[in-house]
Every structure is written in structure tokens, then in C-alpha cells.
């Protein structure tokens, strides 16, 4: 399982790099100001951010009880970043419709495009991320092993 700091740098770098890529992106396509989607990017990315470390911590938990590993088969990375994405959509749509001052409707808008970014963006990170700071313990003992069913 990673560390607590392992975990912090990668949450931290998925939302700086993602940040840097998102709000240039997103003014230029819905036509808000830099500041105006940046703020919204910065409560987002908090957002995002405290969620990724809970979802994770979770994710990691489960799929090592589940599996006896927290290794992710291409299918479990499909999983992981589809749910992520789906309860980050539902706790940012009204923090979307608030701030930029506009309806549910225009802030799902706003809300999915941003989740669709972040599902291919999330994917490609979290493997890379994988890929460059392995997990030391990505497979579990023999005898730490689930018992199978």
C-alpha cells in the first residue's frame, strides 16, 4: 500500500497538472475569464483533491482485501476512474451552478465536460504515476493473501 506522503504527491501533482492543462482549456471553450474558471478550478481541485485521498485510501483497501493486491488490471483502472469521476460530478454540480452563477442545467454542462476531461486525464496520470513511482507493495504475501472463496 503507498505511504501517506506518496499519497499526498500524487494528489497534489494530479490537480497542479491538471490545472494547468483545465482552465486555459475550459475559459477558451465556455468563454469565462482566466480568474473566473481558475477559482472555480482552485474550489475544485480542493474538492477533488480531499476526495481523491478518501477514494483511493478506500479503493486501495478494498482491492487489496478483495485480491490480496493493489494491482490494477486495465479493467480496475477503468472502474477506478469512472467512479471517482461519478461522485466528484455529483458534489461539484452545485458548487459549479453557485459560483459561476448560472442554472443546473448549464452547470451540468460545465460538470460533465470537466468530468470528461478528468476521466481520460485521470487515467493516464494515475498510470503513469504508477508507472514512474511503482507501489512497493503491489503484491501481497503468500501468506498474506485473501483466502480464496
Known sequence: MRTTGDRIRQAVSFEVIGLLISVPLAA???GYSLEKIG???LIGATL???WNYIFNLGFDHTLKRLTGSTRKSLKVRFLHASSFELGLLVAFLPVISWWMDIGLLDALLVDVSFALFYLVYAFIFTWSYDTIFPDTDTEASPSKKAPPN
Request: net charge neutral; aromatic share 22%; charged share 0%.
Open 28 to 30: 477558451f471553450v465556455f
Open 39 to 41: 477559482v472555480l478550478g
Open 48 to 50: 477533488a483533491t480531499t
